[in-house]
């Protein structure tokens, strides 16, 4: 096990996302370590590498910016969030299909919503996504929590904006002004 977490610290130390989830799926073959288990020590090594403040950590690029996709990454790192972030989401609203698909796949697993029940439902394409979440969730897990909470208010944002846009485009200036209010009441106290 000594040479595996090696290697994984190894991996830990590249930026190269894609090539490390590669050389996490063929360090788990090659040693016979369930995949999961390799992944779950790569990114203890990982959160630990970023605590103590390591390049890696410096030098990374988030991977995404939307907050669908940073929704699903703390789902898949935390999968405790999973109800409250599902109670929450409205899942029609989301704009990535493959997000939608795979929230919609989670919705249906009950309590099992680790890993592995994600993996073991999802399609070829959104394992990918899963993969690629799970060694780089986009976000610092310290603050899961608030990272969640600022997803939602930028969903809301969103769709207030949306909304603003249809009632100027239709002439509704008695739903503009109400709409404009609300995103000016909304954003003065930070919701």
């Not at 209010?181 to 003065?188: A, D, V």
């Amino acid at each position: 096990m000594d040479t595996t977490r090696e290697a994984l610290t190894l991996i830990a130390g590249g930026t190269d996302v894609l090539a490390a989830d590669e050389m996490l799926v063929e360090l788990a073959a090659r040693t016979g370590i369930h995949e999961t288990a390799v992944r779950e020590e790569f990114g203890k090594i990982k959160n630990k590498a970023s605590r103590e403040g390591s390049p890696t950590r410096q030098a990374k690029a988030t991977l995404l910016n939307n907050e669908e996709q940073l929704l699903l990454s703390a789902v898949i790192a935390f999968p405790g969030k999973a109800d409250y972030v599902l109670s929450k989401l409205d899942i029609s609203d989301i704009k990535d299909k493959t997000v939608e698909s795979l929230f919609r796949k989670l919705s249906l697993l009950g309590e099992e919503k680790d890993l592995d029940h994600i993996l073991g439902v999802a399609d070829e394409v959104e394992r990918r996504i899963v993969t690629r979440l799970s060694v780089e969730p986009g976000f610092d897990p310290e603050h899961v929590d608030k990272n969640i909470e600022d997803c939602f208010r930028r969903i809301e944002e969103r769709k207030l904006d949306a909304r603003l846009r249809s009632a100027r485009t239709s002439n509704d200036a008695e739903l503009a002004n109400s709409l404009l209010i609300k995103k000016r009441f909304t954003e003065g106290i930070g919701l």
